[in-house]
């Protein structure tokens, strides 16, 4: 059986960014199970772009996807009320740009696309191939996401709303639209939101919904949609995730002596706008600056993360502002900050 320094659970923005930045010195094992079915408009916020600058790293175009949007288009289904704003995103395809993160990794970690099955203290059982396979770590990491299997085996069940999120694709060139990017709200079948994205000569709808009767509200959303000139027939793909909205602090869980945990794993996704690549870049950072002062890790990436949290739980703040029905009018009557589209 093969024992490491670190085994880090999970591949993606947080995963992959830990793994980078620990110490080369360490024996690191990073397994990552990767389905690459994760419902995620695939855009970089600016937040997440103002990590990537601290962390001296320049996107390449290889993860670029076509078009570049510069406004989100706000619809209101319940009034069938809409407003254009600025925004400054960029387009990527997520698959490319998650392989992009992890294949700048130190040397000194070994990846394995395998399946974790079970943790057990220091003990990590995998599937690979079909065969069922063990190694230990001194440290273990879960970097894997809102369903963590670290969490779930190693702490209590994290106090936090839950949400199933949905995604299907279309041809775009079967829909009557100018490529664009949308926000969309409708309080009868979801309180939280859902969007649309033009990638690569296809449109994606998804959006989070409660877990109770997810599809048929999703179903619902799509049926509204028609109202815009949205007509959306024949998915050629659907993709289905769990995903976190956190409150207050009680909806993160940091770790322990010896486990811990980085991104949406650990609770970190804002709950206004479920953005969590920020967060995942963060937290993997203050993970690592933590690992390397060698004692009082916990105590330390507390401390780290002390901003992130309040920041993460201070969105909250902005939330009835989007979600309620009556106050979102008002905000979207308002016209303030919004543009005019020709």
Known sequence: MK???IIIIGGGPAGSTLARLLDKKLS???INYNEKVKPCGGLLAPDAQRVLARMNLTLQKEVLVDPQIFSVRIIDLETGFQRWYQR????????KFDDWL???VSSNVEVINGRCVDINGGLVKYILSGKVNEVKGSIIVG???ANSIVRRKCFKPIQTRTYTAIQKWFFEDKINATPFYSCIFDSKTSDCCSWTISKDGYLIFGGAFPKHNSKKR???QREKLEKFGINLDKPIKTEECLVLRPRFTGSF????DKTFLIGEAAGFISPSSLEGISSAFNSAIALSESLSKGSNVLKTYKRKTLKLRAWLALKNLKCPFMYNPFLRKIVMKSGIGSININ
């Open 102 to 104: 992890l294949n700048m």
């Open 143 to 145: 970097a894997d996401g």
């Open 28 to 30: 690191v094992l990073l």
């Open 253 to 256: 869980v940091l770790g322990n």
């Open 3 to 5: 024992n490491y320094d």
């Open 218 to 220: 999703y179903e619902k």
């Open 88 to 95: 400054m995103y960029i387009n990527l395809d997520r698959n």
